[in-house]
Nanobody, 123 residues
């Protein structure tokens, strides 16, 4: 069983940076792939980034590639998303998720989800 709590969201200007954190608790955190999804107002939830259990493999949506960096620190039971060069279209609620496999994780078919943290990028 895994519990996830996101933090670090806020209001930033376009071109700015922000780092999100996802604190995990549970018995098997280090064995799970982890990821970030986002959902803008009135829009469907979309995949952002994912990372394997070891941190050796990462995956990014085209919309964030080159600007966002996903990482994890298993010793601290924490997942991160460093967001640079933020754009107004990045405005959304960002949620972290966890699953035993990256394939199902990236599909959004995840066993565990956090409650989300709001990111707002102003022009």
């Amino acid at each position: 069983q895994v519990q996830l709590v996101e933090s670090g969201g806020g209001l930033v200007q376009a071109g700015g940076s922000l780092r999100l954190s996802c604190a995990a608790s549970g018995r098997t955190f280090s064995t799970y792939a982890m990821g970030w999804f986002r959902q803008a107002p009135g829009k469907e939830r979309e995949f952002g980034a994912a990372i394997s259990w070891s941190g050796g493999r990462t995956y990014y949506a085209d919309s964030v590639k080159g600007r966002f960096t996903i990482s994890r620190d298993n010793a601290k039971n924490t997942l991160y998303l460093k967001m640079n060069s933020l754009k107004p279209e990045d405005t959304a609620v960002y949620s972290c998720n966890a699953d035993a496999a990256t394939l199902t994780l990236r599909r959004g078919e995840s066993e565990y989800w956090g409650q989300g943290t709001q990111v707002t990028v102003s022009s």
